[in-house]
């Protein structure tokens, strides 16, 4: 069926809850749950929901988590699609999926549509690289923006989009009525690295000796998803090391083959 075309989740379970640190993030995204559940205490004053915010940040740092808070918060159906999964389509099938994904939504409203890396079809129009693939994205684009512009504010679709490039996005994204919220989604600090190894650690069963702040230091420039990848990573060397809890060594360990992960996709880069 065509529904299974996009990831469309209608039981979302993870709430704010699950997002370590990010206050001001969440604080902002906190209103945008507030239009999903109640829309008339806005409209009945004349007010104009806001349709969609860009999520902006580095990788891993908890952007589509966020999203997905949005939803399981307000208890609304999820939809979300990635802006890479339309390159390399072919003509006229980008701009149908749109069509098709609100098409859906429209259905299952009030709901949030997510687009995750949206820079991959909202770069800059006529700034593209490969000519032919390019005419496909700016129809897809251009499909994008009709179908932002064909609902109006009390459709009680709210639409978030992720990127870590918004200097490269088309400036007609964020004219009003469209993505005209920014919201900063940065990299954790060291105390956002030791809330986010707690929330991690929760299912975790941990010997005594566990020193989350010690592990924060020595975690620089991680974003989440590393830190989540560290907590799992413990976890099974200690238990290929059969171990009956998790101690500081496997945390070290699993640091340190993290590290290595990180820089031999650095040299694949560059
Ligand atoms: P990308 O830009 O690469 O898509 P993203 O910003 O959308 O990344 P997520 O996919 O949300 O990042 O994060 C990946 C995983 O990392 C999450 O599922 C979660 O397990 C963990 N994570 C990231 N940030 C946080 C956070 N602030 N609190 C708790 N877990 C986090």
Not at 48 to 66: D, E, F, Q, S
Not at 137 to 162: C, H, K, P, Q, W
């Amino acid at each position: 069926s065509r529904a299974a075309l996009f990831d469309a989740d209608s039981k979302v379970k993870i709430t704010f809850n699950d997002v370590a640190g990010l206050e001001e993030a969440k604080e902002e995204l906190q209103e945008i749950v507030d239009f999903l559940k109640t829309p008339k205490k806005y409209t009945e004053l004349g007010g104009k929901i806001p349709k969609g915010a860009l999520l902006v940040g580095p990788p891993g740092t908890g952007k589509t988590l966020l999203a997905k808070a949005v939803a399981g918060e307000a208890s609304v159906p999820f939809f979300s699609l990635s802006g890479s999964d339309f390159v390399e389509m072919f003509v006229g099938v980008g701009a149908a999926r749109v069509r098709d994904l609100f098409k859906q939504a429209k259905e299952k409203a009030p709901c949030i549509i997510f687009i995750d890396e949206i820079d991959a079809v909202g770069r800059s129009r006529g700034r593209g690289s490969m000519p032919g693939a390019n005419d496909e994205r700016e129809n897809t684009l251009n499909s994008l923006l009709v179908e932002m512009d064909g609902f109006g504010s009390d459709a009680g679709i709210i639409i978030l989009a992720a990127t870590n490039r918004p200097d490269v996005l088309d400036p007609a994204l964020m004219r009003p009525g469209r993505f005209d919220r920014q919201i900063s989604v940065d990299a954790p600090d060291i105390v956002g690295r030791e809330a986010i190894f707690k929330v991690h650690m929760k299912p975790l069963k941990l010997s005594d000796n566990i020193d989350v702040k010690k592990l924060a230091t020595q975690t620089p420039g991680f974003a989440g998803a590393e830190i989540a990848n560290v907590c799992n990573e413990a976890a099974l060397l200690a238990a290929r090391r059969g171990k009956l809890a998790i101690d500081m060594q496997d945390f070290h360990d699993a640091i340190d083959r993290e590290i290595g992960g990180l820089e031999k996709k650095n040299k694949l880069i560059s």
